[in-house]
Structure formats: C-alpha cells, structure tokens
C-alpha cells in the first residue's frame, strides 16, 4: 500500500493532542509494516526524528497552514498537486480537515467538536472555518476517525452521521508515564512545589479547560482544610488567556500555586507521577489524554462528569460537575482526608489502563486503512 499522511502537526518539540496521535500511531504502524510504503506531507521544515524508517518519503509543501486561508490553499491546492504526482492509494489527515479537491480516498480523525459547542472560545475566523467546513469533511471522507465513544456520539448528532462511517480509535499514553518511585517522588515535589504534595492541570491554558473555576476551588478547598497542598498548573497560556492570568496573580493563595511552561514527555511524566492527584474539570474533551497519562502513572483523577471524562476516567477518579466550584473543592478535600478512597481510585489504575494502547490503536488503524483501499 501507497499511504499518504498529513503530517504537518509532527513540530520539534512543540507536539501536543494532535501531534501526539500522529507521531505515535504512524511511528508503530511505519516500524510494523516496512512492506508499505508511507507519504509523509509536512508544511514546514521537519525534524529528520520524524522520518521513523526507510519506508518513509517525507515532502515539504507550501504554504505553512497556520490560518485559515492558507489551510484552504494547502489543502485544496496545494495537496491535491501532490496526491497526483505521487498517486497514493489513500490520504489521511489526524487534524480533521480533507481536501475538497482530490479524488484520492480520504479518512479524517476528528478528535472533537469543542468549537459546535463553545464557539467563543475560539477567534472567529477559527470558529468560521471550522463549522462551515469540517461537515463538509467529515461527509466527503470514506471514513471518520474519532477517540471516544463520546465523540462518535456527538459526530452523529451533530453532522447526521451514520454509526458505521465513524471508527474509534482511543489515544494511548507514551510509555515515560509509569509510576515512580518514593524517591523521585520526593525529589520532584521538592523541584516543583517546595517539596510539598500538589494537584496538577496539565494542558494548554485556555478558557475551555476551566482553570479559572479550577482555581476558585482550589481557593475554597484551602480556606476550609488549612492543607499545604499545593496546585500546579503546566502549559502554555492558549488564546483568550487573560482572565487565568488575572485569578492567578490574584489568587489568595497565589504563593501555593506554581505556573510551568510547556514541558517535554520525560519532564511532564515526573511531574504528573508525583502529583496527589490530577484536576483536570475542563468543560468540553474529545478525550482527555491527561486523565490516562495519570492513570498509567497509578495518581486518581478529579475529573468533569461529561463528554468523554468519565468514558477515559472509569472508576480511577471523582467526576464532578465543571460548573461547580462547590463540587470540585468537595473532591479535593475527599482526596486529601479520605485516604482509602485515593487508594481505591488508585488501585483502579491498573486495570482502567489496559484499556488503552498506541499499540492496539495503531494497528486497528492499520486494519481500517487497508479495509477502506481493499473496497
């Protein structure tokens, strides 16, 4: 097989949802099936770590898609000039755009449709595009790619999809996201959070993950236990930002809370296995891949009761209402002063966690490839 790939997420260093399903599901099934031959497209210069094997022909094609306009350009010109050259028997997008210009058969992964549903969290010329194209996307494709079952759901509701054009195809964890010793666990504290245990939020800084609520309860939860917990917050400040700034340089208890950039996979696995416990009540998640690199690390979860958090959580965590600030300090100090329950929901993890592997999802991708060309 011909296997055409859209890898323009695949940025040194930069690698976040998107970027991580592509690296990780197209590295197993490029190593797994040298006997197939694999397009790598990229919009910019790429790291030479991203071309896994021999079997890879990566290809630069301009423009760099970053707005708007250019993704139409990329996708709708630029792409369809390639796919004729090369002549691949299918086209896969990770990011949930297609080509609207291409004969070639296409499957898409659409992770969400956060932007149907808050729409103002996203500037208008994002929103726009989104919602006026990716039905179109998602109905021209021979097949949709999604992560949850939640997700499949929505697709359905949301674009008159039917359940058997959509597959799903969970997230996994990379393989640094393991329990720690006490030892690394102390030293982490004590690098991250002046060696005291903390909560922790991992993701990019941005409205939809509700930090702003997240912090208001960390605020009751201080006030009425009194507990040296500590709350760590690592990502970078996304659009629409401003007002997490503001509660945070505002916050009563401001000198308890520890702001990080974006960090790398070996850094961010300490810093998640050494939590308490991961907060992680955002609004609105195709997935919610924290929660499972939590749970692989063995560390219990206070999660959203909707969308796809319970579906990834199972009983590994306490699912609260997003929209409470009551019901997510209540969780914390449930954590804190019950610890049987944190070692129930920590002993969950274990099983919860088998139920999600890059190495079944990348072969179940595999097979959906090779049914679509076969037919």
């Known amino acids: 097989m011909k296997i055409a790939v859209n890898t323009r997420f695949l940025l040194k260093d930069k690698l976040e949802g998107i970027g991580w399903f592509t ?10 099936h040298p006997e197939d031959e694999f397009i ?4 910019r210069p790429f790291d030479e770590r991203f071309i896994f094997s021999d079997n890879v022909t990566p290809i630069i094609v301009s423009p760099p898609a970053r707005h708007p306009i250019l993704w139409k350009i990329w996708f709708d010109f630029s792409i369809p000039k390639i796919l004729k050259k090369h002549n691949p028997d299918i086209f896969i997008s990770t990011d949930g755009f297609a080509s609207l210009r291409t004969n070639v058969p296409q499957i898409t992964t659409i992770h969400d449709l956060a932007f149907e549903h808050y729409p103002e969290h996203l500037p208008f010329k994002f929103r726009y595009y989104l919602r006026k194209f990716t039905p179109k996307f998602a109905h021209i ?6 992560v949850s079952a939640f997700s499949k759901k929505d697709l359905q509701d949301q674009y008159k999809i039917p359940a058997e054009k959509i597959s799903v195809i969970y997230n996994g964890a990379h393989a640094e996201y393991k329990p720690l010793s006490a030892e690394t666990i102390q030293a982490i504290r004590k690098e991250y959070a002046s060696g005291k245990p903390y909560f922790v939020f991992a993701g990019a800084l941005h409205p939809r993950k509700n930090i702003e609520k997240l912090l208001e309860a960390f605020a009751v939860f201080k006030k009425e236990t009194k507990s040296d917990m500590q709350l760590l917050l690592v990502g970078r400040f ?3 930002s401003d007002g997490i700034k503001n509660a945070m340089s505002q916050h009563p208890y401001r000198d308890d809370i520890h702001n990080y950039d974006y960090m790398n996979v070996d850094k961010l696995s300490k810093i998640i296995g050494s939590a308490y ?7 609105f998640e195709g997935f919610g891949i924290p929660i499972l690199e939590a749970i692989r690390c063995k560390v219990p979860s206070i999660t959203a009761n909707k969308t796809s958090m319970p579906e990834v959580a199972g ?3 306490i699912l609260v209402s997003p929209e409470s600030t009551v019901e997510i300090a209540d969780a914390m100090k449930m954590l804190v002063t019950n610890p049987a329950l944190r070692q129930r929901l920590t002993d969950n993890c274990e099983g919860q966690g088998r139920k999600f592997s890059w190495e079944q999802s990348a072969e179940k991708f595999y097979q959906l490839i090779k049914k679509e060309i076969s037919t």
């Open 238 to 240: 996304a659009w629409k």
């Open 23 to 32: 690296h990780e599901i197209f590295k197993r099934m490029v190593l797994n």
């Open 40 to 43: 790598f497209i990229f919009d």
């Open 141 to 146: 494709v021979k097949k949709i790619v999604t």
């Open 277 to 283: 416990a991961l907060t992680f009540v955002s609004l």
């Open 315 to 317: 009983e590994t965590g």
